[in-house]
């Protein structure tokens, strides 16, 4: 065992301890496993956007519009090949925050999208 007690994952307690094969946090009553720690701490809760070709998205990046999509409001769809430069990713159910010229502030999911 070492030296250093690790913080109960759940409400970051630093009162926790080794109550045999578990971890127990006397502040919340969870309980859990080294085990479980480690697997936790390999998944880190990072979300990895991909686009219609599976390559990874970042922020900033230059995609092009696979699919014409129709926009509510406007009186024309979003073109096929339309490119859309500096994308900020975002989390829900449209997961790219963009401007698109002639459209303006626009939400899209990375589904439609390939980058370019």
């Known amino acids: ?49 991909k686009d219609a070709n599976g390559n990874v998205l970042t922020d900033g990046d230059t995609v092009t519009v696979i ?6 409001g406007a009186s024309s769809a979003l073109k096929s090949g339309t490119k859309v430069k500096n994308i900020r990713l975002v989390e829900g159910d449209h997961n790219i925050d963009c401007w698109i010229e002639g459209f303006g502030d626009m939400k899209l999911k990375s589904e439609f999208v390939r980058k370019a």
Do not use: I, N, R
């Open 67 to 72: 699919k014409d999509l129709k926009v509510k």
């Open 1 to 49: 065992m070492t030296d250093a007690l690790p913080p109960c994952p759940k409400c970051a307690s630093a009162f926790t301890y080794h109550d045999g094969a578990q971890w127990v946090c006397p502040e919340c009553a969870h309980e859990w496993s080294a085990a479980a720690v480690e697997s936790a701490a390999m998944d880190d809760d990072v979300v990895v956007y």
